[in-house]
């Protein structure tokens, strides 16, 4: 719970003090609560709202989930009406650039996470968890716990910077070790239904598997659904990512021996992005007795890692909804 906070307190406590009095708007636009890691950023933004406007009075934070980009564009757009000072966006998809740019040229301060957009200058500050590392440490030890053999299959996200990022990195991985195989790669986009689907169509196959990479815990969390209903014995391990509270329990306490582990890829970066916002539309700094510098960095990336038994109780957030 702790390193999970860490994120949001670490560019509160370290502001210079003093806020201006003047009422500041900030804007909050992302996906609904689609998925179980989604429905933990959406808790995180919620908490961040509450936070930031219980200690800061000038500050009125309006949030918006969106089911779709189409909604997304609508909601970003009706943000702007609403003469929002700042605005914090967590992609749906790229589909949103020309929006977010409309938003930045009328000299809205800008962040944007995670999913990020598809031109570079439109925003103030772009926060994102580390992708590469995400999925290179994943793949690095599932590589390992495979003996550097056997046959591998992947489930992948919504197409998108992050999701190309993460997949040419575990190809990366595996090119090293010319005994696994990639038997295929599939979009899950992210969903639990249809990571199902994916996995059911991959059993019917492939008679041969030996682990399935997902890099996020409800598309492996379907993958496995569909493995245990088919009857089969012969995958042994599933790795997904996100670190899904009820996974996280699970390694803690060693009750599924096809997962055991998983990597950080903190929901809480919605809440660090709703701080720099709060942060960064006012002008304020970053106390120099903290920091060699005062200004915000424009590129923020936050770091993934590894969760093993060893580990787990340190990323077990009991109070998330999921």
């Keep these: 719970m702790k390193k999970l906070l860490l ?24 996906p609904s609560a689609t998925h179980g890691w989604m429905a933990n950023a959406n808790w995180w933004a919620t908490t961040a709202k509450n936070d930031w406007e219980a200690r800061d009075k000038s500050l009125s934070i309006e949030l ?3 089911g779709n980009a189409a909604q997304q564009s609508s909601d970003i757009e009706d943000l702007l009406v609403k003469k929002v000072n700042a605005i914090v966006v967590f992609p749906f998809d790229t589909s949103v650039t020309s929006v977010v740019e409309k938003a930045f040229n009328q000299g809205v301060y800008v962040v944007v996470l995670d999913r990020g957009v598809s031109k570079e200058g439109i925003y103030d500050v772009y926060i994102t968890n580390d992708d590469e590392a995400y999925t290179r440490k994943g793949m690095e030890w599932l590589a390992k716990q495979m003996n550097y053999k056997g046959n591998l299959l992947l489930i992948t996200g ?9 997949t040419d990195t575990i190809k990366t991985v595996v090119a090293k070790y010319p005994n696994i195989k990639i038997l295929d790669v599939q979009p899950g986009d992210w969903n639990r239904q249809k990571s199902t689907t994916v996995m059911e169509n991959y059993l019917q196959k492939y008679k ?19 493995y245990k209903e088919s009857g089969r014995k012969d995958i042994k391990f599933f790795l997904g990512g996100g670190c899904l509270k009820d996974i ?19 929901p809480s970066v919605i809440a660090t992005s709703i701080s720099y916002a709060a942060i960064g539309v006012k002008g304020d700094k970053l106390n120099p007795n903290v920091y060699q510098v005062r200004a915000l960095p424009r590129r923020v990336i936050l ?10 109780k340190d990323f077990y957030v009991p109070n998330a909804p999921f």
């Excluded at 806020?19 to 804007?27: E, M, N, P």
């Excluded at 590894?306 to 580990?311: D, G, H, I, R």
């Design 7 to 30: 994120a949001v307190l670490i560019v509160t406590v370290a502001v210079t003090a003093g806020f201006a009095q003047a009422k500041y708007k900030i804007g909050v636009s992302m």
């Design 64 to 66: 918006k989930f969106a």
């Design 158 to 166: 919504i197409p998108s910077p992050i999701d190309t990022t993460r």
């Design 208 to 226: 041969q598997i030996d682990a399935v990479y997902t890099a996020d815990d409800d598309m492996m969390i379907g993958a496995e659904q569909a």
């Design 248 to 266: 996280i329990k699970g390694i803690m306490d060693g009750s599924n021996p096809m997962v055991q582990a998983d990597v950080t890829y903190s």
């Design 303 to 312: 770091p993934s890692e590894l969760v093993t038994k060893e580990n787990a």
